[in-house]
């Protein structure tokens, strides 16, 4: 991919595990290099197999799970070398940046405590030159000295990823392995981390592998990337190359997937299926089954990667025949939009909120309290059936709204008034549906349990049952059975909808419901929203920080700053042309433009 001899190199690189006494493989056969002071991006769906080859290059493997083949490091087999010798690789040669900096933080344990572990022993042992160290380090990421003395939890999500790259780069390592680090940040705050890793690996001379399922993300801030599906490498290419003229199917569908922040799409594309078990596709072209252009031999042989351009390898045998396809599909999405029709006349207000007051204080054991001011004279109102849309960065006072709507915060003053003379029936659909379903409850009993806090005053409808709920979300009524740590993420977010609305309500709020999917499991997500609002005439509070999901989801967007309303109006009119500096700055960080 890059004519520099490479920092690292992967040939023949499987991943295999042992389950039930047999070896089952979740990645094999993965070809890649990376040059001194390149970044080069992994993007792909869940269950690709990404962070499993990202933790084998540092031997970081779960029990039972073995890599084979050959990684060098300037030479240097990694594969099969002694944890002893690992452990001076880690830090020193390959530091690890992980997706939640809360696992790499201790919470009980001031950033400058952190910061200091993670420098060298001989730096680490000197009082004085570690807290001068520190200092350095925090200014280098961004961070005032004054950052050292503080906790975790004090700290915005920007501020911690900010204060894990610090100490992922401790002991300066040629090489930092990043999975997911932009995830679960706002525009600014992820344009700002991706701003500074490609300041720090220019002037570190530092390499970068980025795992990521954002390919904007991929695209602005790498050189080169890879796109892994069921353990298997399908296609590289520089970056710009496979944004503009993918050569497999596959990159296309990821393609086609996003969700674009310029245009409103009638219907949002996506990839039907999911993705398989990298070994019962080892023999096969793992894509074949959700291929629109698979013919037999796709399904008979595993295709290998070969070149097709400059240092751009596909593993699709049939590109020959349907490049100008995929050429052609690519441009039909990106020329595709169009302005959405408004509704006719004015609903009537379902929630009017005047004048939110809240803030937040917090009593220590030791030394003076702190005071936060989540809601400064927030107002706004919801009208029957429309989505409205809430946008800004962490700690803007999103969340702090949607649980006063739900009765788990009370505010300090203000006022919530409802149209219809009586509290809507509201739900909550929230960002990672793991963590909102029980694990020991099958889906099923879950769905039932809802069911039965039906709201009373809907006597005129059904009570469904729930195969009928399950189908309504586009799952099979066999899923009743089966329990939320079997379920794909997608699957799950699917069966929090389902529960939401078994109580028919009529508002829904949505709080990043979205952030933490792949692109095209995403796509599916907001269609299915999309379908419900049509076919139940719910309204919806959509909280989310990604600008292009806005655009689909909303008609009207009330942007937030430090607790204040700062511009609202349609949804198209305030990101085509905002007028707030704030807004400006929310439009211009989204990775791509998108």
Known sequence: MTPHPPLLSATGLTITADVGGRPRRLAGELDFTIARGAALGVVGESGSGKSMTLRSLVGLLPSGVRADGEVRLDGL????????????????????????????????????????????????????????????RLAEVGLDPTVADDYPFQLSGGMRQRVAIAAALGRDPDLLLADEPTTALDPSSQADVLNLLGRLRESRGMSLILVTHDLDVAFGACDDVVVMYAGAVLESAPAGTLATRPRHPYTLGLLRSRVPRDRYLAELTSIPGSVPAADAVRHTCPFSDRCSWHAGPCRETRPTLSPVGAGHLTACTRVADIGAELDAMLADRDDAGETRAEDAGRPDDLVVVGELRKTFRSRPLVGPGRSTTALDGVSFRIREGESLGLLGESGSGKSTIARILLGLETADSGEIRFGRGHRPAVQVVFQDPYSSLNPSLTVGACLREAIRHRVPHRRDRPVPAEADLLALVGLPAGYASRRPPALSGGERQRVAIARAIATDPDLLICDEPVAALDVSV?????????????????????????????????????????????????????????????????????????
Do not use: C
């Open 522 to 594: 995403q796509a599916q997500i907001l269609e299915l929203f999309r379908d419900l609002r049509r076919e139940r005439k719910i309204a919806m509070l959509f909280i989310t920080h990604d600008l292009a999901v806005a655009r689909q989801m909303t008609e009207r967007v009330v942007v937030l700053h430090r607790g204040q309303v700062v511009e609202s109006g349609e949804t198209a009119g305030v990101l085509t042309e905002p007028e707030h500096w704030y807004t400006k700055r929310l439009v211009t960080s989204t990775p791509g433009g998108r």
């Open 77 to 136: 087999q990694l594969i099969g070398l002694p944890e002893r010798r690992l452990r001076t690789v880690r830090g020193e040669r390959i530091s690890l940046l992980l997706q939640d900096p809360f696992t790499m933080l201790n919470p009980l344990q001031r950033v400058g405590v952190t910061l200091r572990e993670s420098l060298a022993p001989e730096i680490r042992s000197d009082r004085a030159a570690s807290r001068e160290e520190t200092t350095r």
